[in-house]
């Protein structure tokens, strides 16, 4: 059973925008906090955008202002935004999932997506 599914990466040109989906299933969504994690070759794993179940959100240094999570309760579905890309905002972007906002934000991951590919040149 799939319980997280990701759509929407690609190639983008410096300065543009992407948007990101994740589907998940109805009980993480539910009760977990969801994220999204990055790594690129040779960089450290980051999870950068946390969403709790009531709509909190937090953002590390390296996006906030460009990047937006959301969710859509309806849909069990959360969005990345990502706006005013840049080449070092290339990666494998994961959808994850953890029993709680703080725990995500310090990397205890407890369900990953399979990770779709953002690729951010001229």
């Known amino acids: 059973q799939v319980q997280l599914m990701e759509s929407g990466g690609g190639l983008v040109q410096p300065g543009g925008s992407l948007r990101l989906s994740c589907v998940a299933s109805?009980?993480?969504?539910?009760?977990?906090?969801l994220g999204w994690l990055r790594q690129a070759p040779g960089n450290q794993r980051e999870v950068f955008a946390t969403i709790s179940t009531r709509g909190n959100t937090y953002y590390t240094d390296s996006v906030r202002g460009r990047f937006t999570i959301s969710k859509d309760n309806a849909k069990n579905t959360v969005y990345l935004q990502m706006n005013d890309l840049r080449p070092d905002d290339t990666s494998v972007y994961y959808c994850?999932?953890?029993?709680?906002?703080?725990?995500?934000?310090?990397?205890?991951?407890?369900?990953w997506g399979q990770g779709t590919q953002v690729t951010v040149a001229s």
């Open positions: 994850v999932s953890g029993t709680s906002l703080l725990n995500l934000q310090l990397g205890n991951v407890a369900v």
């Open positions: 109805n009980s993480i969504f539910k009760t977990n906090s």
